[in-house]
């Protein structure tokens, strides 16, 4: 790594909603969990877990909200189609909704037979290599475009329309990101309808069918979170292909054994996911007075969950920043816990897995990979590598 970058690692942020794009925010997390695992911030009016055990009781605890009582959905896209999609989707709900949702979404997931998951990536990790070059957006484009035109593939979509798709996607999860601009905010309420369109038009009927058949009767809804697959996909599964990237450059001996060995590389992708996450943090909201993790919160009250944090939680973790692939029940919280827990886990690994296999075997030069600048976000860690073969 070159000086300056080291020495830029060594600065922390400057508070937790910079933490993921920084270039090495985990002494700062560690610094915060080693005397306040979960304490009020005042400065950001929020209170925040970092400790395995309170991230654990929050993302738990029937008290949490997904979303303020007051404001289901974000003021900047309420009455737009963007809107209509936020509010159907089973990660943005709670309550008697969310029961009869989380349950149909995961049977759908279930309902892709492995090797047709593994054939559709590979599929579509060899049609994105082979644009990576040729006037495309590199390796930024390959980590953000390939999870998606996949998921575009299962549930239906043909080759143009998923990737089309991939595209319409990073626009439209722009609504969900608080630091974006009204232009961005814009270009994502417009993406929306675009997306409905596409999944309604060449989107499998039987996915439609399937989700009624198990409790989801309204098109709208089905389709919504058809698309919600997408955007979710989007950004989480392009991190953790972006940071296993990077843990594969910094160790060459890793990284050369791994292109020959389908089960390290998995366990290389799982320990990304805990050590390295690409999400950071979430957020719930406290529906009514409660104490939680040993404190008294209220009605009203946000709390910022710091999975990252978590998941270096020595006393979950034992060694919790060494990167060890063949570390045993290693405890990881980057999917969630209780009841939104994230259903595609397997999947993710299985799609950053197999998109790391093709540009292993590419013309990629890892040399190149050590120090990245990270993509903006209050949450998600994202690697950007600019131009890139």
């Known amino acids: 790594m070159p000086a300056d970058a080291q020495r830029s690692a060594l600065i922390f942020p400057d508070n937790l909603l910079a933490a993921a794009s920084h270039p090495d925010p985990y002494p700062y997390y560690a610094a915060l969990l080693a005397y306040r695992p979960f304490y009020r911030e005042t400065r950001l009016g ?19 909200r997904v979303r303020p009582t007051a404001e289901k959905v974000p003021a900047s896209i309420a009455g737009s189609r963007a809107g209509e999609v936020f509010g159907h989707l089973v990660r ?32 579509c990790a060899a049609a994105c290599i082979g644009t990576m070059g040729a006037g495309g957006n590199g390796l930024d484009g390959f980590q953000r475009a390939y999870p998606v035109q996949v998921v575009g593939r ?46 309604a038009r060449h989107g499998s009927p039987m996915l439609v069918e399937r989700l009624a058949s198990l409790g989801v009767p309204q098109r709208e809804t089905a389709l919504a979170n058809l698309l919600g697959l997408m955007s979710q996909t989007y950004e989480a599964t392009a991190g953790l292909i972006g940071n296993a990237l990077l843990a594969l450059a910094r160790d060459e001996d890793m990284r050369r054994r791994a292109a020959g060995d389908d ?17 950071h943090n979430t957020r719930r909201y406290v529906a009514e007075d409660c104490l939680l993790a040993g404190q008294a919160l209220q009605a009203g009250d946000a709390i910022l969950v710091v999975l990252a944090a978590a998941n270096r939680d020595p006393a979950v973790n034992p060694r919790p920043h060494a990167f060890d692939p063949a570390r045993a029940d290693a405890a990881c919280f980057t999917f969630g816990r209780g009841a939104h827990a994230c259903p595609g886990r397997d999947m993710a690994v299985t799609l950053a897995v197999i998109g790391l296999q093709a540009l292993l075997a590419g013309p990629l030069d890892f040399d190149s990979l050590a120090a990245p600048r990270y993509a903006r976000s209050v949450n998600a860690r994202i690697p950007v590598f600019g131009a890139q073969p």
Do not use: Y
């Open 46 to 64: 929020l209170w925040v877990a970092l400790g395995a055990q309170a991230v654990a009781a929050v993302l738990k605890s029937p008290h949490c």
């Open 92 to 123: 943005m709900n709670d309550g008697a909704r969310h029961a009869t949702l989380k349950p149909a979404l995961a049977a759908c997931l279930e309902a892709f037979a492995p090797e047709r998951v593994t054939a559709a990536a590979r599929s």
């Open 154 to 199: 299962l549930i239906g979509l043909p080759d143009g329309p998923a990737a089309e798709a991939a595209a319409l996607t990073g626009d439209f999860v722009r609504c969900l990101s608080p630091l974006s601009n009204a232009a961005e905010i814009e270009r994502s309420k417009l993406a929306a309808p675009r997306l409905l369109d596409l999944i």
């Open 263 to 279: 089960a390290l590389l998995r366990r290389v992708v799982a320990e990304v996911a805990r050590h390295d996450p690409p999400i």
